[in-house]
């Protein structure tokens, strides 16, 4: 059972601290940290990390690329990089003092050619033994999001299960994709629906509106300090946020989406795959940076849930 990942933008994350942001002054830094990327490839780390097979597909272009490529393989993440004419982006972020505000700054990444984008498609399908598929993160300038109905139609033409964590115009263009599984936020859903969602009983009822409106068959909403809630399998459910120490909030949904994935793959129920996910959002807050959660805070915060 192997679960492969696509980023069609990933990110050189560049990571310091600096004492106060202020305008028109030279900000002195501090030595910076460097992490491979992107919600696909934060996604094959968190699963490779909490001991499942996961393979990284994704464009890779200049050296901002080459280090991802590097970063990726000194972690162990089985990768297949698809070259491109242009130049993989950096996402730069600033945390001001300790403990202080976090700035986060992101580019808008390269163009893709139908024929780079047919290769990342070529390379992704030919994954073997796949049983999920994640698509996550951003689309890349000019990419139509027409691409995720061209890639739910070749996963179920092979029997894989689509997951897809996107947002804005892409994330509408889902309906009718064919996806297993979406995880929107709950502004996110307001957002597709074109109204207010005044109350909990709402939210479960604009959830089910997207399941119904054949966006997933599986609908996963997060609703931040308050957790997730579910709907789709037959169920409605609600699971509480594990209330952890926040260091920082890069990767924390990256991370839910990948231990619900692994633990659908290893034959989990729909209801102890959310409860291993909020465990995973929950133990990357409690990392500092653009690390992300950490097998042994999975396991423990898993086992308080109330998990079977």
């Not at 030279?26 to 490779?48: F, H, Q, W």
């Not at 399941?211 to 308050?226: D, H, K, N, P, Y």
Request: with cysteine; proline share 6%.
């Amino acid at each position: 059972m192997a679960i492969a990942t696509l980023t069609l933008n990933p990110a050189l994350d560049v990571t310091t601290c600096t004492e106060k942001v202020r305008p028109q002054h030279k900000l002195r830094c501090s030595t910076p940290r460097y992490d491979p990327g992107g919600g696909g490839i934060n996604v094959a780390r968190v699963v490779t990390h909490l001991g499942g097979e996961a393979t990284a597909v994704f464009p890779s272009g200049g050296p901002a690329g080459a280090m991802i490529v590097d970063l990726l393989e000194e972690q162990k993440i089985v990768i297949l990089p698809v070259p491109i004419a242009g130049a993989t982006r950096e996402s730069f972020t600033v945390d001001e003092g300790r403990p202080g505000d976090q700035y986060r700054f992101v580019l808008p990444g390269p163009e893709l050619s139908e024929d780079e984008i047919a290769a990342l498609l070529d390379a992704l399908f030919g994954v073997a033994d796949v049983t999920h598929i994640v698509v996550s993160g951003s689309l890349p300038p000019g990419c139509d999001p027409a691409i995720f109905k061209r890639i739910g139609a070749r996963c179920a033409e092979q029997g894989v299960k689509l997951v897809i964590d996107t947002s804005g115009p892409a994330l509408a263009a889902c309906e009718g994709a064919g996806a297993w599984l979406i995880k929107p936020s709950l502004r996110e859903v307001a957002d597709l629906l074109g109204r207010e969602i005044k109350s909990e009983d709402d939210e479960m009822a604009a959830a089910g509106t997207l399941q119904q409106r054949g966006f997933a068959e599986i609908v996963v909403v997060s609703l931040a300090e308050r957790g997730a809630l579910l709907v789709g399998d037959g169920k409605e459910l609600r699971v509480a946020a594990i209330p952890v120490e926040a260091k920082g909030t890069v990767g924390a949904g990256d991370s839910m989406v990948a231990a619900i994935t692994l633990a659908s793959a290893e034959g989990k129920g729909i209801e102890d795959a959310l409860r291993y996910g909020i465990a995973a959002g929950a133990a990357t807050l409690m990392t500092p940076a653009t690390e992300l959660a950490r097998k042994e805070d999975v396991e423990r915060l898993y086992a308080g849930t109330g998990s079977s």
